[in-house]
């Protein structure tokens, strides 16, 4: 099945975009101690958040912060099927790929019994799974990074994707898939070598998503120097969120009582 790219004339324009993200904003009640502070504007960008590795439960902390430059793009819908006794259940299952095309990039996968519901909670699941992407040079540090800083490998399944710095110009020399997530993660130049069953889309998206995820684990030379820690959000805001800290009860019903004679 081809990529369906969500652009075109249905596409909403920016003013319409940013209307409808002002209004989720609006509507959104945080229910994790990051996303109160978020909304607080306690935190003012997600690299905070990624510094201290706090896991973002809520895609709308990604809404809030990348908001309209966000772009989605489905990779491909598939049909999977289970056996039961009353016979085969069909479901599909929806890989969505999601980036700002400037240092963030997500891929989220979501299994459903119609193709709408498993587009809406793959782009949710794509959300939650953003990952900050580190650019590099080739040769000399001219201009803005454009190629991943070192050779990366991610693997999943029997596919391993690596992916290598290339020259100011080269392009992005892979497949479509690696390329679509190269791209939507802001690299401009890249050399990219695929093991494997690489028929399996799922595979290759997840093992070029994982080579892509590792280019901030690798500690270069140029970030020797002395980390000087600071304190958690969740630390230096403490007061804070015991202040606005509201409980919220949920009433049960207990279902009727049976006579029994």
Request: some cysteine.
């Amino acid at each position: 099945m081809t990529p369906v790219l969500r652009e075109g004339p249905e596409a909403p324009g920016a003013p319409e975009w940013e209307a409808v993200v002002a209004s989720a904003e609006a509507s959104w009640l945080p229910v994790t101690k990051l996303g109160r502070l978020v909304k607080d504007m306690k935190i003012k960008s997600l690299e905070e958040i990624y510094l201290f590795s706090l896991p973002i439960k809520e895609s709308e902390i990604i809404d809030f912060f990348l908001g309209a430059s966000l772009k989605d793009e489905v990779l491909k819908i598939m049909p999977v099927q289970k056996q039961t006794r009353a016979g085969q259940r069909t479901r599909f299952k929806a890989f969505v790929a999601i980036g700002d095309y400037n240092g963030h990039v997500g891929l989220g996968v979501k299994c459903s019994k119609e193709v709408a519901t498993a587009i809406r909670g793959a782009i949710i699941l794509a959300k939650l799974s953003i990952v900050p992407v580190r650019r590099g040079y080739w040769g000399n540090k001219i201009g803005k990074p454009h190629t991943v800083p070192c050779k990366v490998t991610g693997r999943c399944g029997s596919v391993l994707v690596r992916l290598i710095p290339a020259p100011r110009g080269t392009g992005i020399v892979s497949a479509p898939v690696p390329k679509k997530l190269l791209m939507m993660a802001g690299i401009d130049d890249c050399y990219t070598s695929a093991r494997g069953c690489t028929a399996t889309l799922g595979n290759f998206a997840k093992a070029t998503f994982d080579a892509i995820s590792k280019t901030y684990s690798y500690l270069t030379p140029d970030l020797w120097k002395e980390t000087v820690f600071t304190k958690s959000p969740y630390q230096e805001f403490t007061d804070h969120l015991v202040k606005t800290h509201t409980r919220v009860s949920v009433q049960r019903t207990q279902a009727p009582a049976v006579a029994t004679t």
